[in-house]
């Protein structure tokens, strides 16, 4: 993470053995994804869908609120799934990069 946009637009999240056992299923703030963003140190809130999340970050820009709305990886994507189907997920950490950005905007 060398640059500023690079930073703003790789977040890494672990999801942990507590995150999962105190998970809702198909609750986009409740979720073990969601969960494991809730002291993370540039994110302020998150919903998270089927195939993307959206990520609204503490600081401002011009005193408005960046949202960066995130496709999943195939491995984010697998663990929603099972996850929300009531199938056995394991710990693990999921990278948010550049590639994966679907678009980013002021509120």
């Known amino acids: 993470m060398t640059n500023k946009t690079t930073k703003e637009t790789m977040i890494k999240t672990t ?3 507590d995150n999962i056992n105190n998970g ?4 986009n703030n409740g979720c073990p ?5 809730k ?10 869908f089927d195939n993307h999340s959206w990520l609204y970050l503490k600081k401002k820009i011009n005193g ?14 697998n663990f929603v799934k099972k996850f929300d189907n009531k199938e056995e997920v394991l710990p693990q950490s999921f990278i948010l990069n550049k ?3 679907r678009k980013k905007i002021l509120l």
């Open 33 to 37: 994804v969601a969960l494991s963003f």
């Open 64 to 77: 408005k609120t960046v949202m960066l709305d995130f496709y999943h990886s195939p491995a984010m994507l």
């Open 99 to 101: 590639s994966m950005l």
């Open 15 to 17: 999801i942990t053995q």
């Open 39 to 48: 002291n993370h140190k540039d994110i302020a809130h998150v919903s998270i």
């Open 24 to 27: 809702k299923i198909k609750c």
